[in-house]
């Protein structure tokens, strides 16, 4: 099956540095890619869509200068966290689909962050 | 604004029980329906979807799923849950290639 490949797995990282987390899609195309946000005993929150080839759409309320978004290739997606605080500690989890036709989403194991 | 409510946060059920997890979205266009699960320690997996046709959906592991556009619903049921079957089940709506999900329930079977 579809398989997406999130890493790292978990980070830690001080106040004011920044944070990048990539995507990948193992064996499928994904023209779009999500990445998430999910806070302990809470649902998903899209942060942001990530075009292939286009500056990301991002979700109200959502920095889009503080989580930068990069889709460079139609397998790749980057999200960086800048000048990450405390409570940006969360659980990031990006999410692909197969840019053929009507398909489901495939995760990622997700990245905990950690900043201290 | 685009929701998906899940009302039972936490369902602890015994081997055998039936199974019913709602769940209620709020969405002005068509959608696509989705239940995701997620195992204690691993990343979330499709359990079933619906795109169109035949309301009542079958998924893998005896779950099933039935869409009423009416009642906005896609609820999740299995006849007879497993032990193995404890995890956490997100519903999630896709509209205009936006996924959201709701807030999840984390189900409990006592073996």
């Known amino acids: 099956g579809a398989v997406v490949s999130q890493h790292p797995s978990w980070v830690i990282c001080k106040s004011g540095t920044s944070v990048k987390i990539e995507c990948r899609s193992l064996d499928f195309q994904a023209t779009t890619m999500f990445w998430y946000r999910q806070f302990p005993k809470q649902s998903l929150m899209l942060m942001a869509t990530?075009?292939?080839?286009?500056?990301?759409?991002?979700e109200q309320g959502v920095e889009k200068d503080k989580f930068l978004i990069n889709h460079a290739s139609l397998t790749l997606s980057t999200l960086t966290v800048t000048s990450a605080h405390p409570e940006d500690s969360s659980f990031y989890i990006c999410?692909?689909?197969?840019?053929?036709?009507?398909?489901?989403?495939?995760f990622g194991n997700g990245t905990r962050l950690t900043v201290t | 604004a685009q929701s998906v409510s899940q009302h039972n946060h936490h369902v602890i059920l015994s081997e055998a029980a039936s199974l019913e997890l709602g769940c209620n979205y709020s969405y002005g266009g068509t959608v696509n329906l989705f239940w995701y699960v997620q195992y204690p320690g691993q990343h979330l997996q499709l359990l079933l979807k619906y795109f169109s046709g035949d309301p009542l959906v079958k998924g893998i592991k005896g779950f099933e799923a039935e869409f009423i556009k009416s009642k906005f619903s896609f609820n999740l049921r299995k006849p007879s849950v497993q032990w193995s079957d404890t995890a956490e089940y997100f519903c999630?709506?896709?509209?205009?290639?936006?996924?959201?999900f709701g807030s999840g329930t984390k189900l409990n079977v006592k073996p």
């Open positions: 999630a709506v896709q509209g205009f290639n936006k996924f959201y």
């Open positions: 990530s075009n292939e080839g286009s500056k990301a759409t991002y």
């Open positions: 999410s692909a689909r197969d840019y053929r036709g009507n398909s489901p989403l495939h």
